[in-house]
C-alpha cells in the first residue's frame, strides 16, 4: 500500500499539539518548550494557541484541549501589562541551545511593551473568543490591547512603533516582518467588531513592499509567510506573475540555504554565523513548503511536476523530525542528532495543516 506522506504529516501534527497540550495542562497553563534552538519570548504561546483552536475545531475528543486552552488564556492575561501591552520576556520559557543572549539583555524585556508580542497574544484571544467562547474577562483583555495598539500607530509613517526600544528588539534583523502578525490579528479582530481598515489597508501595504525587496537572503519562513497573504488575496493577477520568481527561485530550487545531499533540508543564517549548512531546520522547511503549495494550488506556473516533487522531499523531511511524540526543531548534521522542543516545532506544523498560512 502507498503511503501518502501528507497523510502521514496531518496525523504526526495531531500528535504533536496532544504532546503541546498535555505539556500545558501539566504546567497549569504555563508554556515550557525544552531545549529550544534559541531563546524564546511571547511571540509564540500566542502563535500555539492559535494553532491549539484550530485542532479543537478539528478534533473528535476536545476535552483536553478546551483545559489547555482555558489554562493558556489565564497564564496571557496574567503577563499583560498595565498599559494593555505585553513585554517580550525573552528567554522566559527557554534560554536557547545554539544562539543565546546576554542576561542584561534578557532582563530589560520582561517589562518593556513589545508590538508583535502583543499582537500574537490578542490574536490568540481573539480566535479563542471566537472559535470557542465568548468570555468577558478576556475581551477585556483584547480590549486593553488594542487600546496600546492604537496609541502605538504612527499615521504619518503608517506602522505601528514601539513607545520604546531596547537592545533586544534590535536583534530583529528586520522589525517589518513581524507585520503579518500584526495584520492577522487585525483580520481577526474583525469579527469580534473591532473593525481597523485603516490598519489593514497600510500593513497589506508593508507586507508588499517588504515581499518585493526580499532576496534569497531572506528568512524563508516569515518570506513565506508574506507570500501566503499576498497570493492569497485580490491582488492583481499581474503582480502574482510578475513575483512569481520568488517563489520558484528564492524560497525554492536556488536557495541558498538548501542543503547538499539532502533533499528537503534547508540550514539556517544569523547576524553570527552568516549561512549555516550542517543545521537543518524544520523552520525553514516548513517555510518552503508553505510558498511550493501557493504554486501548486495555482495557474501560473508549467512545470508543476518540479514543484511537486520538492513538496515531497520537504514533507518527507519534515516527518523525519517527528520523534513520535513531538517534532524536533533541528538536526546538528555534524553528529546526526534530532534536537530541540522549541516553539517552531510545536505550531508551525499546525499553521501549515490547518491553512492559517
Known amino acids: 500500500m502507498k503511503i501518502n ?38 511571540i509564540y504561546p500566542g502563535l500555539l494557541g492559535v494553532s ?3 485542532y479543537v475545531l478539528d478534533s473528535k475528543t476536545k476535552d483536553l484541549g478546551l483545559t489547555a486552552l482555558d489554562l493558556l488564556c489565564e497564564a496571557t492575561m496574567n503577563c499583560q501589562l498595565e498599559n494593555g501591552s505585553w513585554p517580550l520576556e525573552l528567554g522566559k520559557s527557554s534560554k536557547g541551545m545554539r544562539f543565546d543572549v546576554d542576561s542584561y539583555i534578557v532582563r530589560s524585556t520582561y517589562e518593556m511593551p513589545d508590538i508583535p508580542s502583543t499582537a500574537s497574544m490578542v490574536w490568540f484571544l481573539s480566535e479563542y473568543s471566537i472559535n470557542i467562547k465568548k468570555d468577558e474577562t478576556i475581551l477585556n483583555s483584547i480590549s486593553k490591547g488594542l487600546k496600546y495598539l492604537d496609541s502605538s500607530w504612527n499615521p504619518s509613517s503608517g506602522f505601528f512603533e514601539d513607545l520604546k526600544t531596547n537592545q533586544a528588539v534590535a536583534l530583529r534583523a528586520n522589525p517589518r516582518n513581524y507585520d503579518v502578525y ?24 508593508s507586507i508588499t513592499k517588504e515581499f518585493e525587496t526580499s532576496d534569497k537572503d531572506t528568512y524563508p519562513l516569515l518570506y513565506a509567510f ?12 499581474k503582480w502574482k506573475e510578475k513575483n512569481i520568481v520568488r517563489l520558484t527561485d528564492h524560497l525554492g530550487l536556488d536557495s541558498p540555504l538548501k542543503i547538499p545531499k539532502h533533499p528537503g533540508h534547508y ?19 516548513l517555510g518552503v513548503i508553505i510558498s511550493q503549495e501557493i504554486l501548486l494550488n495555482g495557474s ?5 511536476n518540479q514543484v511537486f516533487k520538492l513538496i515531497t522531499d520537504c514533507y518527507k523531511a ?23 522542543n522549541g516553539s517552531p516545532a510545536q505550531f508551525l506544523p499546525a499553521l501549515i495543516k490547518y491553512k492559517v498560512f
Open 5 to 42: 506522506i501528507k497523510d502521514v504529516f496531518d496525523t504526526n501534527v495531531s500528535k504533536a499539539i496532544e504532546t503541546s497540550i498535555d505539556n500545558i495542562i501539566c504546567n497549569e497553563g504555563h508554556y515550557i518548550p525544552y531545549e529550544s534552538w534559541g531563546p524564546e519570548g511571547n
Open 52 to 54: 491549539i483552536c484550530k
Open 182 to 205: 500584526l495584520y492577522k490579528c487585525f483580520n481577526s479582530l474583525k469579527h469580534l467588531g473591532y473593525n481597523r481598515k485603516d490598519y489593514i489597508k497600510a500593513l497589506f501595504f
Open 226 to 237: 508574506n507570500a501566503s497573504v499576498l497570493y492569497n488575496s485580490n491582488i492583481d493577477t
Open 267 to 285: 540550514g539556517h543564517k544569523d547576524g553570527v554565523r552568516g549561512v549555516v549548512l550542517n543545521e537543518a531546520h524544520l523552520r525553514n522547511t
Open 300 to 304: 501560473i506556473i508549467k512545470n508543476k
Open 318 to 340: 519534515v516527518n523525519s523530525f517527528f520523534n513520535g511524540n513531538y517534532f524536533t526543531e533541528f538536526i546538528d548534521l555534524d553528529n546526526h542528532e534530532y534536537l530541540g
